[in-house]
C-alpha cells in the first residue's frame, strides 16, 4: 500500500526544461526526504525536510531546490534540465518521533534528460 | 567517503536455503541500523531494523546480526524464496548526524526455484 506518492513515475525531457518532481504523504509525518540513486550506487541525500518551512540540503550537492508549505506535499524542482539530471529521484517521510522510526518510500521518478 | 558498504554487487542462492547478505560500515557512531528491500520500478521497502544495544533482531524468516566491534551487520533469510529475489540495501543513522541515513550500494539477491 502506497502512503506516498510520486509523481511521474517516468518523465523524459529536453535540456534547458524546467521541472517538478511531486511528492505527497498521507501519514502525517514530519521529516520528508529526496534521495538520488543511479544503477549499482547507494541512495544520496539531496534535500531533508523536518517540518513546514524547514529545509536543509543533504550530503550531494544537487542544482535542484524544494519547498515544504504543506506537511504533506515536498516538491523538488530543476529550474534547467541536464543530462547528468538523469537519474532515479526518491521521496521518502518519516515520523518525528527521534531516531528508530524506517524511512518510508515512494516508487521513485526515473527522470531521463535529452 | 562511502560510510556503509556492500561488498557483494549479487547473490545467488537455491532456493529453501540460507541467504546471507553482509554490510559493513566504518562510521562507530552509528546506532541505528535497517534492511531495505528494493525490486525493480519500485521504492525500497522496509525490512527489518536494529539498534546498537542488540546483537540480533528477528522478524519471520528474517534475521539481522549486529557485530559492533567488527562494524559489519547480516542479513539471515531463512529460507528463501523465489519471492525474495531483489536488491537489498542496508542503512545506518547516528544521533549526531542529525539521524541522516547513509545506505549502502546494494546486493542483487536471486533466488533459484
Known amino acids: 500500500e502506497a502512503d506516498i506518492y510520486q509523481t511521474p513515475r517516468y518523465l523524459v525531457i529536453g535540456t534547458g526544461k524546467k521541472i517538478t518532481l511531486e511528492c505527497s504523504q498521507t501519514m502525517g509525518h514530519d521529516k520528508m526526504y529526496w534521495y538520488q540513486q543511479d544503477p549499482g550506487m547507494e541512495l544520496h541525500l539531496i534535500h531533508y525536510?523536518?517540518?513546514?518551512?524547514?529545509?536543509e540540503k543533504g550530503d550531494l550537492s544537487s542544482e535542484s531546490t524544494v519547498s515544504r508549505i504543506r506537511t504533506e506535499h515536498f516538491p523538488l524542482t530543476l529550474e534547467s534540465a541536464r543530462p547528468s539530471h538523469t537519474s532515479q529521484y526518491l521521496c521518502?517521510?518519516?515520523?518525528?518521533?527521534?531516531?528508530?522510526?524506517?524511512?518510508?518510500f515512494g516508487n521513485g521518478t526515473r527522470l531521463t534528460v535529452t | 567517503d562511502q560510510q556503509v558498504k556492500q561488498n557483494s554487487p549479487s547473490l545467488s542462492v537455491q532456493e529453501g536455503r540460507i541467504s546471507i547478505l553482509n554490510c559493513d560500515y566504518t562510521?562507530?557512531?552509528?546506532?541505528?541500523f535497517l534492511w531495505y528491500k528494493k525490486y525493480p520500478a519500485e521504492g525500497p521497502t522496509f525490512l527489518i531494523s536494529?539498534?546498537?544495544?542488540?546483537d540480533k533482531n528477528e522478524d519471520g524468516r528474517f534475521t539481522v546480526f549486529l557485530n559492533k566491534s567488527a562494524k559489519h551487520l547480516s542479513l539471515h533469510i531463512v529460507p528463501s524464496q523465489p519471492g525474495d529475489s531483489a536488491v537489498y540495501f542496508c542503512?545506518?543513522?547516528?544521533?549526531?548526524?542529525?539521524?541522516?541515513?547513509?545506505f549502502g550500494t546494494g546486493t542483487s539477491l536471486t533466488v533459484i526455484p
Open positions: 536494529i539498534s546498537s544495544i542488540k
Open positions: 525536510s523536518y517540518g513546514v518551512n524547514s529545509t
Open positions: 542503512a545506518a543513522s547516528a544521533r549526531n548526524t542529525g539521524n541522516q541515513f547513509y
Open positions: 562510521n562507530s557512531m552509528f546506532d541505528y
Open positions: 521518502a517521510s518519516s515520523p518525528r518521533r527521534g531516531q528508530g522510526s524506517p524511512l518510508h
